[in-house]
Nanobody, 112 residues
Framework: QVQLEESGGGLVQAGGSLRLSCTAS????????MGWYRQAPGKQRELVAV???????NYGESVKGRFTISRDNAMNTIHLQMDSLKPEDTAVYYC??????WGQGTLVTVSS
């Protein structure tokens, strides 16, 4: 079983940056895909970015060119560098492993 712990959310002004981190524990050697999803109030959860052990990362259309996902396999951690943040990026951001396990979420609020 895998557990995920997120950190790094908070309040930032539009145009600013934040960095989210997610660390896996437990049966972390079973993890092939780790990624970030987000859910804004009244909206469905959507893909932000995913990183695979083999292959390139994938990004949601709305964050391409602004967000960067990186992975530290030795530390079982992924990071999400979010630049040029917009108010519409405001959401709870969830870490995910293998499309199955979810973290508790971390709130990102971007003020205009």
């Amino acid at each position: 079983q895998v557990q995920l712990e997120e950190s790094g959310g908070g309040l930032v002004q539009a145009g600013g940056s934040l960095r989210l981190s997610c660390t896996a524990s437990g049966n972390r050697f079973s993890i092939n895909v780790m990624g970030w999803y987000r859910q804004a109030p009244g909206k469905q959860r959507e893909l932000v970015a995913v990183s695979r052990l083999v292959g390139s990362a994938n990004y949601g259309e709305s964050v391409k060119g602004r967000f960067t996902i990186s992975r530290d396999n030795a530390m079982n951690t992924i990071h999400l560098q979010m630049d040029s943040l917009k108010p519409e990026d405001t959401a709870v951001y969830y870490c995910n492993a293998n499309g199955v396990t979810w973290g508790q979420g971390t709130l990102v609020t971007v003020s205009s």
